[in-house]
């Protein structure tokens, strides 16, 4: 896999769990543990894109 590849299924799976947060955090049942699991990859996804595409 490409590195430009690889970045641009990172990016993807950025939005889908952004996707997923919003969502959970909509749902009235929604734990804040939940939440939390869920911004905390997006944020090491984020992480990993930004590092890819600094060096």
């Not at 990172?10 to 749902?27: C, E, G, I, N």
Request: aromatic content about 0%; cysteine-free.
């Amino acid at each position: 896999m490409s590195l430009s590849s690889h970045i641009q299924e990172l990016r993807k799976k950025h939005q889908t769990l952004s996707a997923k947060v919003d969502a959970v955090q909509r749902s009235p049942s929604a734990s804040s543990l939940e939440v939390a699991q869920l911004k905390k990859q997006k944020l090491m996804v984020k992480e990993e894109i930004t590092r890819l595409t600094t060096h």
